[in-house]
């Protein structure tokens, strides 16, 4: 990769991609939220430990920059079927979530999706904000209050209950799509009453698609479990026609793009083992971007990770032949 490329990676600070996603095609992220300011702090996060748990909405970013970041991007031929804002922390807790996609619409017909929580749902300011994308697509782990604990250990103020009821009141006033994500953890959410549970709560919010997805990257604590393909085919059966299977248990083929930054990224472990955040602060990309790359690699078994000390370090394996 040239000089000249990485010089004009380095003016990316908002925007990250566009890369390959199960759930959107060729999806733009927008990162708009500091890793990790969240609501929730969930067991399987791939971004890890939540560094800050609040429900406090704020101007993290500057809006404008991120903008005219974009609009940069979109005069170099940027193609993408969503632009998408998700990113290292819930957007929703930005408080200018609203004018940022409206100043995205205003400069690209590029279909604007949300991820998120849905914890802050309940509001109805937030509600606001993200009736304004084409597509939101929030979650909803658990069935009840123990579960809920277990698996997202919310902020103090949140409950399952607040959570679901923010989603029905979502849902009755939003006419977009909202696409519900449910992520399996393998012996916490996936015994029979649970999945009851889990049903009932969709039924309540009735979303146009639900998507189950579960561990195939690294997560914020060890030991979490992966639930197998035909196991989540199973649950997805038992909750309905409205469900598909987005986790990503097999490699893809990946553009040029993509190749040369994993190369990058694998060039940077044969150094050294690092952190997630090494990985972005070398290379100057976001969490979202490095987990993409990390995990192609861990699914080629070119790299291992190793906990030691509290952080998850990746390292290449030596029994690679890369």
Same mark, same amino acid.
């Given at each position: ?30 990162? #708009? %939220? ?11 996060? !791939? ?34 079927? *969503? ?14 979530l ?16 949300l991820? /998120?929580?849905?914890?802050?749902? @309940?509001?109805? @300011?937030?509600?606001?904000?993200c009736?304004?994308?084409? %597509? ?25 209950? &607040?959570?679901?009821?923010g989603?029905?009141? *979502? ?5 977009? +799509?909202? =696409?519900? $994500? %449910? ?5 916490m ?7 009851? &549970?889990?049903?009932?709560? #969709? ?7 639900? !998507?189950?997805n ?6 914020? $604590? ?7 393909? $035909? &196991?989540?085919?199973?649950i997805?059966d ?5 469900? $598909?299977?987005?986790? @990503?248990?097999?490699?893809?083929? =990946? ?19 690092? /952190? ?10 976001s ?11 861990? +699914?080629?078994?070119? #790299?291992?990770?190793?906990?030691k000390?509290?952080a ?5 394996n ?5």
């Open positions: 990769m040239s000089k000249r490329t990485h010089r004009g990676r380095d003016k990316t600070k908002y925007l990250y991609g566009p890369v390959p996603s199960r759930r959107l095609g060729r999806s733009l992220g927008v990162d #708009i %939220v500091p890793a990790k300011v969240c609501t929730l702090d969930c067991v399987y996060c !791939q971004i890890g430990r939540t560094a800050e748990k609040t429900i406090e909405r704020k101007n993290y970013t500057d809006i404008e920059a991120v903008l005219a970041e974009l609009k940069e991007r979109l005069a170099g031929g940027l193609k993408a079927d *969503f632009i998408t804002i998700s990113g290292s922390g819930e957007p929703t807790l930005h408080s200018q609203g004018e940022l996609i409206d100043g995205i619409k205003k400069i690209t017909d590029i279909s604007v999706a991820i /998120t929580n849905g914890t802050l749902l @309940d509001r109805p @300011d937030v509600r606001a904000d009736s304004k994308a084409d %597509v939101v697509l929030p979650s909803l782990d658990a069935g009840d209050e123990q579960t809920f604990q277990r698996i997202n250990r919310p902020h103090n103020n949140i409950s399952i209950e &607040k959570l679901i009821s989603l029905c009141a *979502f849902r009755n006033e939003y006419t977009g +799509q909202i =696409w519900l $994500e %449910v992520f399996f953890v393998e012996g959410n996936t015994d029979s009453e649970q999945i009851s &549970k889990i049903k009932d709560a #969709i039924d309540r919010v009735s979303p146009d698609k639900v !998507q189950l579960t561990a195939v990257r690294p997560t914020a $604590e060890p030991n979490i479990k992966s639930v197998e393909a $035909e &196991k989540l085919r199973s997805a038992r909750l309905g026609g409205k469900c $598909e299977v987005v986790a @990503d248990y097999l490699p893809r083929h =990946w553009d040029e793009h993509f190749e040369s930054k994993a190369e990058d990224v694998l060039s940077m472990l044969k150094r050294r083992p690092c /952190t997630l955040d090494d990985v972005c602060r070398g290379l100057n990309i969490h979202n971007e490095a987990l993409k790359y990390i995990t192609h690699l861990k +699914q080629q078994s070119v #790299i291992d990770s190793e906990e000390g509290g998850i370090f990746f390292k290449t030596p029994a690679s032949k890369e």
